[in-house]
């Protein structure tokens, strides 16, 4: 049986796969493929005497990475233990092997109020966690890095004029709003931080998945991530937006993290939005107007702040 990534534009045998996995850890499972959205691609592996485990191939510079991160956090019941000290190889890409973390997909919006309790706890855990990290080096010099957000939109700008008074909320941000003006306040972060990529067992925040966007920013930018996804939604029903701004209150008033912080991991989320679309459409000069919808979103979740913050 075969399956194929686009993203890598490689097809794999999982049987050659699940062989490699055998070989490392000793004992021999069946591979299923994942049905979730992820960059690469990712595996559950099931045997009938002993508990699943997970399975990505990637690339070997963010298999690295992430090796270097779980090493410098230690014992962290958030993030899944990895079952291969080694790299292995398949085809020139890495694959990693950890114990599977038996959790659900829960959106903000549908967090009762033990899970938002159980969230905003988990996102101070995991904020504490990476700002431990001090031999990793986050992608400083990635285009969606907090210090070189603005050049992305100032150079669409100056390519197309017209975009400029368009993108005016996002470059007309105040300086001391800027993510990287907040003077040594940027720490490690997730950077990739949605309902996808973390899980809950019941009513308990339980698990955190997926570490290849790791960069900088606030404190507190993976709560503000995770907001901010289910805000930039377009598709959202108005009894989901409604619950989505009622849940998002809570989570603010429960977060630790003051109003400077917290507009400040906002900021980063619309800049890091606009990048993104940007930086896949450099030459279109519709993109701007997605930009501008999903902002409007995005600036409600802003005001939030504001209100419940003070």
């Not at 298999?63 to 962290?76: H, P």
């Amino acid at each position: 049986m075969t399956t194929y990534s686009k993203f890598l534009k490689l097809e794999i045998d999982l049987d050659e796969l699940a062989r490699l996995v055998a070989r490392a850890v000793g004992r021999t499972y069946r591979l299923r493929t994942l049905d979730v959205r992820c960059t690469y691609p990712v595996f559950r592996g099931e045997a009938a005497d002993a508990a699943p485990v997970f399975v990505k191939v990637g690339s070997p510079d963010e298999w690295r990475r992430t090796q270097v991160l779980l090493r410098e956090i230690g014992a962290c019941d958030l993030f899944a233990r990895p079952l291969t000290a080694e790299r292995l190889d398949y085809r020139g890409f890495a694959v990693s092997v950890s114990a599977w973390k038996d959790v659900r997909t829960v959106p903000v919006e549908d967090m009762n109020a033990a899970q938002t309790r159980s969230f905003v706890d988990g996102c101070v855990r995991l904020s504490a966690a990476l700002k431990g990290v001090t031999s990793f080096t986050p992608l400083a010099g990635s285009p969606l890095a907090p210090e070189r957000l603005f050049g992305v939109l100032e150079g669409y700008a100056a390519r197309h004029p017209l975009a400029a008074k368009v993108l005016s909320p996002l470059l007309s941000i105040p300086a001391a709003e800027r993510p990287f003006g907040q003077g040594g306040g940027l720490c490690v972060v997730h950077g990739d931080f949605h309902a996808k990529n973390y899980g809950f067992d019941g009513d308990r925040f339980a698990g955190v998945f997926d570490f290849d966007k790791l960069t900088e920013g606030p404190a507190c930018g993976d709560l503000a991530s995770a907001l901010a996804e289910r805000f930039s939604l377009l598709s959202l029903p108005s009894a989901s937006r409604a619950r989505l701004e009622a849940v998002t209150r809570e989570v603010l008033a429960l977060s630790p993290w003051p109003r400077a912080d917290l507009v400040a991991a906002v900021n980063v989320c619309r800049l890091r939005f606009a990048a993104r679309r940007i930086e896949k459409h450099p030459d279109s000069l519709w993109v701007v107007f997605d930009i501008l919808r999903r902002d409007r979103r995005l600036a409600r979740l802003l005001k939030l702040v504001q209100e419940v913050k003070g």
